[in-house]
């Protein structure tokens, strides 16, 4: 079973970086494709970013295309998202995901979240 955590949110300028990790506590990290989404205040939970079992397919939202980018450590059962250029825009609470299908881009597709990390951007 896939127990997903969140870390790395806090508070940045923009035009920063942050980089955001998720661990699984788990022993099945490397069967899952992994994702990244984000609400922002008042706002349905968007897709960010994904990535395939093997690293070999990434996806992106078109709002943090070229600024973020997602990659996954399998030996350490972590998955991260490189976050720069942040943008006010981009300020919300982060989730992790977990798919034990394909690599997909909606919110149905995962079957596992993590609980969140707050990302706020500072204009």
């Known amino acids: 079973q896939v127990q997903l955590v969140e870390s790395g949110g806090g508070l940045v300028q923009a035009g920063g970086s942050l980089r955001l990790s998720c661990t699984d506590s788990?022993?099945?990290?490397?069967?899952?494709?992994m994702g990244w989404f984000r609400r922002a205040p008042g706002k349905d939970r968007e897709f960010v970013a994904t990535?395939?079992?093997?690293?070999?397919?990434?996806r992106y939202g078109d709002s943090v295309q070229g600024r973020f980018t997602i990659s996954r450590d399998n030996n350490k059962n972590t998955v991260y998202l490189q976050m720069n250029s942040l943008e006010p825009e981009d300020t919300g609470v982060y989730y992790c995901?977990?798919?034990?299908?394909?690599?997909?881009?909606?919110?149905?597709?995962?079957?596992?979240w993590g609980q969140g990390t707050q990302v706020t951007v500072s204009s």
């Open positions: 990535i395939s079992r093997n690293s070999g397919i990434t």
């Open positions: 995901a977990a798919s034990m299908g394909v690599i997909g881009t909606l919110r149905d597709s995962y079957d596992l």
């Open positions: 788990g022993r099945t990290f490397a069967n899952y494709a």
